[in-house]
């Protein structure tokens, strides 16, 4: 069977090497603002395996560096190696950061937690405080994740004590009226940090919806501490802003944001050759590897 494992390996080199041939749109000059530097960043992306999304974890560093993203959070459900596994690419190729995240999904009490910056899996065995606490406990930050009204009975008084931050932007807000007031509602409980997210399976692209995080360091550390700190500002596209009413004013003073997304288009055909290559050597690494254990 070493062939076969040859074959899935020089697939997946291949695609690689695609994803990164293909051309990639100018890279915008960075921002700096009242002693902050700006970013984009997705903090809610999902890449397969183990997600079911068109994506996989070098396609989407490639994906979000080409639409104009500094950092992304892959946020699996349920696991985290997918995401260390992201990082590690992205690190390799020179994307942008990624931070190593989980989708924590609860389905009694119902939930959807967004745990950025942890290092070991947090338990969807527990109610939405305790989990928020574990991702304390673990230096990282917690996002609701469309908190839509069926996800409100699992905020409880010592969850929304503990809550760092909540999307008030999703994809489901452009589809649904309804969701979106829910979310707008939910969000404006307490001070809460703002978050856009796309919430990345198949469907649009990474960035879609996303978040402008005002950072003192442009690393790992500083964009968790901007995220703790409330420092972000998220604009849907009628132009409605939520977050830091400070950075909010300074962001329209300098009429460059929103940041414009500089590939609002597919692909392309090596970007598409990648994610065929990507498929095919996962797929033969899978299929050939269980026959190679029998
Ligand atoms: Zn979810
Ligand atoms: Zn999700």
Redesign the pocket.
């Known amino acids: 069977m070493r062939s076969a494992h040859g074959a899935s390996v020089l697939l997946l080199t291949l695609a690689i090497a695609a994803g990164t041939l293909a051309p990639q749109p100018a890279r915008l000059p960075p921002l700096f603002l009242g002693g902050y530097q700006v970013l984009s960043a997705d903090f809610?992306v999902h890449t397969f395996p183990l997600n079911w999304t068109t994506l996989a974890p070098w396609d989407i560093a490639l994906e979000a560096q080409k639409h104009g993203l500094d950092a992304i959070a892959i946020a699996g459900?349920n696991h985290l190696w997918v995401s260390q596994a992201g990082r590690w690419i992205s690190r390799a190729i020179g994307g942008p950061t990624v931070l190593v995240s989980e989708?924590v999904?609860s389905p009694d009490p119902k939930y959807?937690l967004i745990a950025v910056g942890i290092s070991t899996t947090v338990s969807w065995k527990q109610t939405a405080a305790q989990a928020i606490a574990d991702v304390h406990g673990q230096g990282g930050v917690a996002i609701a994740?469309?908190p839509e009204a069926s996800f409100w009975p699992a905020y409880d008084a010592a969850a929304m004590r503990d809550l760092d931050a909540a999307e008030v932007l999703h994809p489901d807000a452009y589809s649904s009226k309804r969701k979106y007031r829910q979310m707008q509602e939910f969000f404006a409980r307490k001070p809460l940090t703002a978050i856009g997210s796309s919430?990345f399976h198949a469907f649009q692209y990474p960035g879609y919806c996303r978040t402008l995080i005002f950072v003192r360091q442009n690393t790992e550390s500083g964009i968790l501490e901007a995220l703790r700190q409330g420092h972000t500002v998220v604009v849907d596209r009628d132009g409605r802003s939520y977050g830091d009413p400070a950075l909010i004013r300074l962001a329209a003073q300098n009429g460059r944001l929103p940041l414009p997304d500089p590939a609002a288009s597919g692909p392309g055909w090596l970007g598409g050759l990648s994610r065929i290559l990507g498929i095919a050597g996962l797929l033969f690494a899978l299929v050939f590897g269980r026959a190679a254990t029998r």
């Open positions: 809610h459900h989708e999904v959807h994740a469309h919430d």
